[in-house]
């Protein structure tokens, strides 16, 4: 609130984040400039593979189409999203076009149920590990855990601070999903994304040696089409053992002054030719 009020008052020229109500009361103002920054990270549902019940790849895939991405997304980020399946944004050289499409935003009830039946689920608990610091963490969970419950999944959030929840889930027990937006990652591309999920540390704790082995692929390949065809290859497979579920593209509301010529939307604010008129 203090940010934005110096901003209408001149005292500052840009704010790099701001709610998108406000937004939408800014831009009425003609003294002001917002800035829809639509990549700004990737919602993320990371699966704990080290323990029961998340250890059983069909239970995980359970998990994957019962969420409905569509509320998930809506309620955890003021309706500022995309939904897309892909592990790369669109208009960048390793976007994959959907991959993963039917597996996502299903919301399949029956299929869900169906999968946990084949999955011997006895209604152990599923504990949502998330934090009080980001909305978007804690929102998302809310609503996936709704969505759990209703196929029959003994779903429970433990909501913890952030220093805490960054302790927990490098913990290999004690938790089976972890709410994350990966901003930076997807932005770098994808070996930084990737290398997330691999090495000694992945994310869902226990490696998948399939995906270890393309990711070394990945980081060898010659040429940006090799890359590209090891990507496509990954997400793949990302969509065939479900340690991570991609939830949707959060975005991030920015705004100027009208004075401030030749800003545009970054993962960080950048400056380059950027100026202040009088």
Do not use: C
């Not at 991959?99 to 949502?128: F, M, P, T």
């Amino acid at each position: 609130v203090a940010q934005i009020a110096a901003l209408e008052a001149g005292e500052v020229q840009a704010v790099e984040q701001i709610s998108v109500p406000a937004s939408r009361r800014l831009e009425k103002d003609q003294h002001l400039k917002v800035y829809k920054n639509n990549s700004w990270a990737m919602l993320t549902l990371i699966m704990n593979m080290n323990v029961a019940p998340t250890n059983n790849p069909k239970f995980r895939e359970a998990v994957q189409v019962a969420l409905n991405m569509e509320e998930i997304m809506a309620l955890a980020t003021e309706g500022f999203y995309e939904l897309d399946s892909d592990w790369m944004y669109k208009g960048t050289p390793y976007y994959g076009g959907g991959i993963g499409k039917s597996y996502y935003n299903q919301h399949d009830v029956a299929r869900a149920k169906k999968l946990l039946q084949e999955a011997g689920y006895k209604g152990e608990e599923y504990s949502i590990l998330t934090d009080s610091s980001y909305p978007e963490h804690n929102k998302s969970a809310v609503v996936i855990a709704a969505n759990l419950k209703a196929v029959g999944i003994n779903a429970v959030i433990n909501q913890v601070d952030w220093p805490t929840a960054l302790k927990l889930r490098l913990q290999p027990t004690g938790w089976h999903g972890w709410t994350l937006m990966m901003g930076i990652e997807p932005y770098v591309g994808p070996v930084a994304l990737v290398a997330t999920f691999t090495g000694d540390h992945p994310h869902f704790v226990k490696n998948d040696p399939q995906l270890d082995a393309l990711y070394q692929q990945l980081i060898t390949g010659p040429t940006v089409a090799a890359r590209k065809a090891t990507f496509d290859a990954i997400q793949h497979r990302l969509y065939s053992f479900f340690g991570v579920v991609k939830l949707g593209n959060t975005g991030q509301m920015q705004a100027t002054r009208s004075t401030v010529k030749g800003y545009q939307p970054f993962r960080f604010p950048r400056l380059y030719d950027v100026k202040v008129e009088s």
